[in-house]
Nanobody, 115 residues
């Protein structure tokens, strides 16, 4: 079993920045890819960014150049640095990983960007 705990959400004005953290605990030895998803009110959950253990990254187009995903393998922690935030970035942000055959989600952290 893996437990994921997010932190760092909050309320920020448009153009501001936030840094999310997700700490993994439990059976973390099998973790490779970690990711951030988000879900806006009334919308489906969408993938925001992924990072492999070797730190290869991918981003959804709408956040490229504004968000940076990183990880500290020694701390089993993944981060999402969000800059130039827009109101459309508002939503609950979830940390995700998988260790075959199970997937794991954090409880989510709210990010609200005011215009």
């Amino acid at each position: 079993q893996v437990q994921l705990v997010e932190s760092g959400g909050g309320l920020v004005q448009a153009g501001g920045s936030l840094r999310l953290s997700c700490a993994a605990s439990g059976s973390t030895g099998g973790i490779n890819t970690m990711a951030w998803y988000r879900q806006a009110p009334g919308k489906q959950r969408e993938l925001v960014a992924t990072i492999t253990r070797s730190e290869n990254t991918n981003y959804v187009g709408s956040v490229k150049g504004r968000f940076t995903i990183s990880r500290d393998n020694a701390k089993n922690t993944v981060y999402l640095q969000m800059s130039s935030l827009k109101p459309e970035d508002t939503g609950v942000y979830y940390c995700y990983t998988y260790v075959y055959p199970k997937v794991y989600w954090g409880q989510g952290t709210q990010v609200t960007v005011s215009s």
